[in-house]
């Protein structure tokens, strides 16, 4: 584990309002942990979470390309 986060420096991490990133948790979006009142991502869930919402180089952009 490299470190923990609260959920608005996750937010700021991730590019985020502190609201969203509060949505994303209450959701179960975004993974976390709660020790007592706290709530806290780990750097690495959202290194998770980031890698999770790219999006895949299409395959017939070549194609695409060649017609332009």
């Not at 985020?16 to 993974?31: E, Q």
């Not at 942990?33 to 706290?38: D, M, T, W």
Request: charged residues 25%.
């Amino acid at each position: 584990m490299k470190g923990l986060l609260n959920i608005d420096d996750a937010a700021v991490f991730l590019g985020l309002s502190p609201w969203t990133g509060r949505l994303y948790v209450r959701n179960n979006t975004l993974g976390h942990v709660k020790i007592g009142r706290r709530v806290l991502i780990e750097i690495e869930e959202l290194e998770r979470f980031v890698n999770s919402c790219k999006t895949a180089q299409r395959q017939d952009a070549g194609v695409l390309d060649s017609i332009v």
